[in-house]
């Protein structure tokens, strides 16, 4: 088992920058993945930004540019960096991890980020 703690959410206005961090219960240098997905209300949750055990990372189209994805082993962290948020950056943010053996996913509760002036 694995938990997850997100926080950094909230309000921002237009323009504005978050970083949000997302806390595992256990090391995450052997996690096979670990992301951040979101949701918006009415819509599906979609791909934020992923990064592999070999830090590689992928970003969803509407956010390349704009946010980083990190991770630092030592503290079980990774971090969300948004910049040049927008309207349809509102949305509750998920953190994720897959672990390296099974592939089991685990997800956190998520953390709310409105985007408003």
């Known amino acids: 088992q694995v938990q997850l703690v997100e926080s950094g959410g909230g309000l921002v206005q237009p323009g504005g920058s978050l970083r949000l961090s997302c806390v595992a219960s256990?090391?995450?240098?052997?996690?096979?993945?670990m992301g951040w997905f979101r949701q918006a209300p009415g819509k599906q949750r979609e791909l934020v930004a992923t990064i592999t055990k070999g830090d590689s990372t992928n970003y969803g189209d509407s956010v390349k540019g704009r946010f980083t994805i990190s991770r630092d082993n030592a503290k079980n962290t990774v971090y969300l960096q948004m910049n040049s948020l927008n309207a349809e950056d509102t949305a509750v943010y998920y953190c994720?991890?897959?672990?390296?053996?099974?592939?089991?996913?685990?997800w956190g509760q998520g953390t709310q980020v409105t985007v408003s002036s």
């Open positions: 256990r090391s995450i240098f052997s996690m096979y993945a």
């Open positions: 994720n991890c897959v672990t390296d053996y099974l592939r089991v996913t685990y």
